[in-house]
């Protein structure tokens, strides 16, 4: 350290604090040893994070800055390419610091207090402020016509030998003359197989693929040895460092070894869970390193393929019930398995409905061995694809994305995991409805016959809808374009599984190619009729925020009139035209209506031209100026936009341009991308209370109205009472909040939060809030509710003791009182999560569990919603005789609000407590006469 700072010393960039200098604290100092390739170098690090809340750190406001990473360098490989890459030289101590922050950077070291006056390693804005400087390099260098990605002081050059040869020389001349040095020790190429950021990349033969190197799977072996041999002491504990690093070098490997995720859940689970300095390992974590290292092996000698993958986008849904079974589709395959024939088989550990594991009964778990049990028995027919699967449970499509879940489900997802790379398979789950994936409901259900006569009579005109619009140019033609003005970025526009892309990446409708950024990017664009002209105008915007580095390849079709063609060849000195096809060429490809892939669409009826606008800064006339972005005056009047005229805007796209409501929030994204391009304030949606409106009640509008739940009664809430499980805490508290919202007129915002972290006790159910004023009555303090918005007054509620009922409300909360919480001030309504850790009941929590057990009760889970208690409680007092105007005070609803100020008295409150206690009771007395 001491070389270090004597260096730094001698070249200006350390120096000596003066006398009259107000420093702003002193930081700790150390160094750093970094191995490459044998060699170990040191490097002096700075620790401004310390002291806590008033570090230089903890005084950044940090704006977020857009990094590039790998993957920005596998959308530019492509078979026979070559790569050559540049280093720096101790890229940061090339930044000078202004002056009047030397005095934050202070240091003491060998008794004198010095200050840094270069960048340091340690401050946390510097690698978002480094960034800026790297990607003006890479624009310059797309300017010049280099295909290149760069990340902090690394680039990657890709192209031909010779391109690559030329751009090498020009990007060193470039950063010398900037003033930074480079790394010749680091600089390498032009190769087909090259190191960059720690992933090997290939081009050679006719794929690229990228691997891990050998030195870091050794690290990673070395790690894992180092924890297994001292987990292995007796006694003997691990320091939480070294599993954080091996954590840390695993999500990095994990770029390129698909699935590694799985076996690093219970690892994450341990550090979550332990909170000192050491972690004593457990027998699941020493099982997951045990292998590890395997998986990385078996799967980095496959290597991932970097290149454009086949994606099957043909029919494949699954689906489960929790009653009957499960069934799925793949083209015109399918199955049908009940779960009383499965219960009968072998079982294996991972199966469904295991006594030991309460998870493996729930439909996420039935759902997800739907999913292996397809692929088992398809793997052989989908071999070596991206497989696009449709599923109507989104935490299993994000268990199937992530390779990540619950720790009841890991080994089932690992089973999964093993015929996927059995058969070099890669899942993409995409969401469907409910009322959408018929064929797999009805195989679900056991309903075979139903399936065969719907799936037949559907079948042609399912592949039809499915990509009616997905025109594709005929790979021939497009790959002489991509050598020639590429490599491409993106596909700028492509169908929503993405099967007709030609890039590794594409902008699906969702994405919505009007307002994506296409600053940075060389696109690829065969663009739907219908958007043309806004895709068009937003790439324009995009360029003239962003000349050098952006760069666009359209396919635009030539009749008379048409406006696209029309607006391309307006601007000569932006487009120039590279293709050229007559009428009645042979072009496109689309999915075939018989199934089984794309077919030849005939010839076209109209001449196709391709244009390219280049990454350099082009020539915009006056005249160009005016059509294009020369509506800067006209701009000037509209914006900023008042909220009276974007709540006319929101409302004639959803009336007049059928434009759904979801889709007309985004597009405000786009109102939004003008202000701040032209330098107005931006007010957002929500803050604008006549748009937030329009948006509302359009979405209340659009399509079909919105379903009514149907009521919960007491029949009702008897059977759930029956099928509890009387071991399962998060069970029980949910219970008693469906008592509660019950026997109260409860809202489900009464008794849950939307999100755990979004609690708040001054708008909540506290502890303190729930009294027993005798041992028959509970009473309950509403603070806040959507009548009680600003604390102006307490809405109180009364419950009566129903002796001898499951139902009892007061027997309930008096449970929930007695059991774990979060103290006096806490949640009413506690649950623990998958460690045992207690948290506010949440909305999603309170639903899911609820329909969980109104399944496992027999009732139709979707019948019912959160808002079912409130209505059902309700209309169960009406049918027991009770005054409208004690129901509608019960319940503090704001309609005929005069009824809100009647003075009533505690023999009045208990009025109603008291006829549903004896309604509750006669029920249970009937239910249990009846059994």
């Not at 889970?861 to 005054?883: E, N």
Request: hydrophobic share 40%; proline share 5%.
């Amino acid at each position: 350290m001491d070389k270090e700072i004597r260096k730094e010393r001698a070249a200006g960039n350390v120096v000596m604090v003066k006398m009259e200098w107000s420093i702003q604290g002193i930081s700790a100092v150390g160094v750093v040893a970094k191995e490459r390739k044998g060699v170990i170098k040191f490097r002096p690090v700075w620790d401004y994070s310390r002291p806590e809340d008033v570090g230089v750190n903890s005084r950044i406001d940090l704006e977020k800055e857009k990094f590039s990473s790998i993957k920005d360098a596998y959308a530019l490989l492509r078979p026979g390419l070559w790569m050559a890459k540049l280093d720096l030289t101790a890229a940061y101590r090339s930044v000078p610091v202004a002056a009047m922050y030397w005095i934050a950077h202070v240091f003491e070291w060998d008794e004198e207090v010095l200050a840094d006056t270069r960048a340091p390693f340690g401050n946390s804005a510097m690698p978002g402020i480094f960034m800026r400087f790297t990607r003006g390099i890479v624009r310059w260098m797309k300017a010049q016509g280099a295909s290149i990605v760069g990340y902090l002081d690394d680039f990657l050059l890709i192209g031909s030998k010779k391109v690559v040869s030329e751009f090498l020389l020009l990007l060193r001349e470039f950063v010398t003359f900037l003033g930074f040095e480079v790394n010749d020790d680091k600089c390498e190429g032009p190769f087909q197989a090259m190191e960059f950021l720690g992933i090997l990349l290939s081009t050679e033969g006719n794929q690229c693929t990228a691997s891990i190197s050998e030195d870091r799977i050794l690290v990673v072996q070395q790690k894992i040895a180092d924890i297994r041999r001292l987990g292995a002491l007796a006694g003997s504990q691990v320091p939480r460092t070294l599993m954080e690093g091996l954590l840390g070098l695993l999500a990095f490997c994990g770029q390129v070894v698909y699935g590694l995720s799985l076996y690093t859940r219970y690892a994450h689970a341990l550090l979550a869970q332990a909170r000192g300095r050491y972690l004593r390992l457990t027998d699941k974590v020493v099982q997951d390193l045990k292998v590890i290292v395997t998986v990385i092996r078996l799967y980095n000698g496959r290597k991932v393929r970097l290149d454009r993958v086949e994606i099957k986008w043909e029919w494949f849904s699954s689906d489960a019930s929790t009653g009957k079974g499960m069934g799925a589709v793949l083209d015109r395959r399918w199955f049908a398995v009940t779960w009383a024939w499965l219960i009968c088989q072998p079982q294996e550990p991972y199966f469904p409905f295991r006594p030991d594991c309460p998870e493996s009964y729930d439909i996420g778990y039935l759902e997800l061995f739907t999913v292996f049990w397809a692929v088992v028995l398809w793997g052989k027919y989908i071999t070596g694809k991206t497989v696009v699967i449709r599923i109507d449970n989104n935490c299993v499509i994000g268990q199937v994305e992530k390779w990540w879940g619950p720790a009841a489900y890991i080994p089932l997802l690992r089973q999964l995991f093993y015929v996927c790379v059995q058969h070099d398979v890669r899942l993409r789950p995409v969401y469907i409805s409910s009322e959408d994936n018929i064929y797999a409901d009805l195989l679900s259900r056991d309903r075979v016959e139903d399936f065969r006569a719907r799936f037949e009579a559907d079948k042609q005109r399912l592949v039809w809808i499915e990509d009616r619009d997905d025109w594709m140019l005929i790979p021939t033609l497009w790959h002489p374009l991509d050598v020639q003005l590429g490599p491409f970025t993106v596909d700028c526009c492509v169908s929503e599984n993405g099967a007709n892309s030609f890039c590794r990446v594409g902008w699906t409708k969702e994405d919505d190619a009007r307002i994506m950024d296409f600053s940075g990017h060389n696109a690829w664009g065969n663009l739907p009729f219908s958007d043309f002209i806004d895709i068009v105008h937003n790439f324009l915007r995009c360029k003239r925020r962003a000349q050098r580095g952006t760069s666009a390849t359209f396919l635009v079709p030539w009749w008379p009139g048409n406006p696209g063609f029309e607006l391309v060849v307006s601007l000569p000195g932006v487009f120039r035209i590279v293709r050229r096809w007559e009428r009645n060429s042979a072009l496109f490809t689309a999915p075939s209506p018989e199934g089984g892939g794309r077919t030849f669409w005939g010839t076209t009826d109209w001449p196709v031209i391709v244009v390219h606008c280049p990454p350099c800064e082009v020539s915009w006339t006056d005249t160009e100026l005016t059509g294009v972005t020369g509506a800067r005056g006209f701009l000037d009047k509209m914006l900023p936009a008042e909220d009276a005229v974007l709540a006319d805007w929101v409302a004639y796209m959803v009336t007049e341009r059928a434009v759904k409501p979801d889709t007309a929030k985004k597009y405000t994204s786009g109102v939004r991308a003008l202000h701040v391009q032209l330098g107005f304030e931006w007010v957002p949606v929500r803050q604008r209370w006549a748009v937030h409106a329009v948006l509302q009640g359009c979405g209340r509008r659009w399509d079909t109205p919105s379903k009514q739940v149907m009521p919960m009664g007491f029949e009702e809430l008897l059977l759930i009472a029956g099928v509890l499980n009387p071991h399962n805490f998060n069970e029980n508290v949910v219970f008693a909040a469906m008592d509660t919202c019950f026997f109260c007129f409860f809202r489900k915002d009464n008794v849950s939060v939307e999100k755990a972290e979004a609690w708040n006790p001054r708008g909540h159910l506290v502890r303190s809030d729930v009294t027993f004023p005798d041992g028959a009555s509970a009473d309950i303090r509403v603070r806040h509710s959507k009548t009680i918005q600003a604390g102006e007054r307490y809405h109180h509620v009364q419950m009566r003791h129903v002796p001898g009922s499951p139902l009892c409300p007061v027997t309930s909360l008096q449970r929930v009182m007695e059991g774990p919480g979060l103290g006096e001030d806490g949640p009413l309504f506690c649950i623990e999560d998958a460690k045992g850790r207690l948290k506010p009941l949440t909305h999603s929590f309170f639903v899911s569990t609820f329909r969980k057990l109104a399944e496992r009760a027999g009732l139709d889970p979707k019948a019912y919603s959160g808002h079912s208690f409130r209505r059902g409680g309700a209309t169960a007092a009406s049918g027991l005789a009770v005054p409208g105007h004690l129901i509608q005070a019960h319940g503090d609803w704001a309609s005929d609000c005069y009824k809100l100020y009647i003075d009533l008295g505690r023999e009045q409150q208990l009025l109603l407590p008291s006829a549903m206690a004896e309604g509750a009771a006669a029920a249970t007395a009937a239910h249990r006469a009846g059994r």
